[in-house]
């Protein structure tokens, strides 16, 4: 069993940047696929971000490339989102995700953290 804890949320102005962190425990999840997907209210859950278990692929929903990072820690179980440049549409909550599968889609991921909010606003 994995258990996921993100931390790092809050408030953020337009333009500024947050970084995200997500650390896993209970086994380690060097060898899974690790992933970021978010839900704005009144809407579905979306993928973020994704990186594979050695950390050297990493991709991208298009509404986040090259504004935020993905990125991990694996001696230490954790991943990252650097979000730069954040936008007011980036507002929602924030799931970190494990998988044992480097993908994108939402039922690959088989262990999901609690979720945090991320307000985007001047």
């Known amino acids: 069993q994995v258990h996921l804890v993100e931390s790092g949320g809050g408030v953020v102005q337009p333009g500024g940047s947050l970084t995200l962190s997500c650390t896993a425990s209970?086994?380690?999840?060097?060898?899974?696929?690790m992933g970021w997907f978010r839900q704005a209210p009144g809407k579905e859950r979306t993928f973020v971000a994704t990186?594979?278990?050695?950390?050297?692929?990493?991709y991208y929903a298009n509404a986040v490339k090259g504004r935020f990072t993905i990125s991990r820690d694996t001696a230490n179980n954790t991943i990252y989102l650097q979000m730069t440049s954040p936008e007011p549409e980036d507002t929602a909550v924030y799931y970190c995700?494990?998988?044992?599968?480097?993908?994108?889609?939402?039922?690959?991921?088989?262990?999901w953290g609690q979720g945090l909010q991320v307000t985007v606003s001047s």
């Open positions: 209970g086994r380690t999840v060097s060898s899974d696929a």
């Open positions: 995700a494990a998988s044992h599968f480097y993908a994108s889609d939402y039922d690959s991921y088989a262990y």
């Open positions: 990186i594979n278990w050695g950390g050297y692929q990493t």
